[in-house]
């Protein structure tokens, strides 16, 4: 981490991403024992958890081999269930710097809080406090796996402490947060309908793919003026600060 | 069932579809018409998220305590502006409801 900038955005992360991973670490409880369950033998669901690190994905792979699927079926379903991955990744892209291997790692912290909660509402992201906030919750995603594969059933069922209900509460208060306009907010409701149009007929995930084409929206021609003038105000900031910067210098040298 | 083909196959198709999206679209300055539509992503994945978690049950569409609890949870960010007091409202209803 170069400078302090990009420890503080990782320190911000670690914190904002803390309710996450502690309910992450009842998730993973719960992950370590249905895998346990399921067959896997304690190494192999320690190792799952961390190599994938991908809750959905996990339980959705997990639910499969449970049920006597094949493993094909199972890997196919959790990589269904981890295409969102695909427009968060297109959306975190621009705002992540190096060639593609570095950029591809650093996409490899993706998960559904910590995107959120990097986004800066704009269409950027913060990457310091992505990375802060997934290694919160990466670490006790792990912790839970282990407690879980090796401890067994210590919390009982997590949906008794209305866990389930905290990732879905959080996003609808960030998009409360964000969709201020009148088109973020249509395309949220258009995303949504699509969502829930898609969720009887398609396989898990695959709904939260497709949402993402209410996205094109924005090839109209006033979305892309909004965002041409929202560019050009910044634009005008950093001027702006640059030349105070200038300022100040010269000040500094007369003195 | 073969574990090892299974993590590696499932790990491997993880880590691709993180990378195919930072991989495709960083590094170069975009077309204004590709950044229009990468701002208003977040919106429309936020809310099939919300709606996808609150609203269904597997395949079914479905209305649970979650459903509840995470309504409660929008009425307070809406009227408070707080994300932590929404969450927290809404876990708590929505094992009350479980509890009753």
Known sequence: ?????????????????APFAIAGF????????IAREAGLS??????????????AAQFTAIAIIGGGGTVGAAIGASALMNSRFLPMGAALGPSLPGGPFKRAAQGQAVVDASWALAGRGD????RWLLFGASAAQYLTWQLGTIAGALGGDLLGDP???????????????LLLAEARTLRAAGVAVLGAGIALA?????????PI????????????????????EAQAREQEREREHVLEREREARERAAR | ???????????????VLKAIGPIALGGRELPLWVTSVIVLLAPALLAALVFTQAFAEGKDLAVGAETAGVVAGGLVAWRSGSIVACVIVAAVLTATLRAL
């Open chain 1, 198 to 206: 898609l969720v009887p007929v398609a396989p898990p995930g695959v």
């Open chain 1, 209 to 228: 793919l497709v949402s993402s084409l209410a996205a094109l929206v924005g090839l109209t021609r006033s979305a892309q003026t909004a965002v041409a």
């Open chain 1, 159 to 173: 949906d008794k402490l209305g866990l389930d209900a905290i990732y879905p509460a959080f996003f609808l208060g």
């Open chain 1, 1 to 17: 981490m170069r400078t302090e900038s990009a420890r503080r955005a990782f320190r911000q992360g670690l914190r904002e991403g």
């Open chain 2, 1 to 15: 069932m073969n574990a090892a083909l299974l993590i590696g196959g499932c790990a491997v198709a993880t880590a």
């Open chain 1, 26 to 33: 009842v998730l993973a409880v719960s992950f370590g024992v």
């Open chain 1, 123 to 126: 269409g950027t992201f913060d």
């Open chain 1, 42 to 55: 304690a190494v192999a669901t320690i190792v799952m958890s961390l190599v994938m690190f991908a809750g």
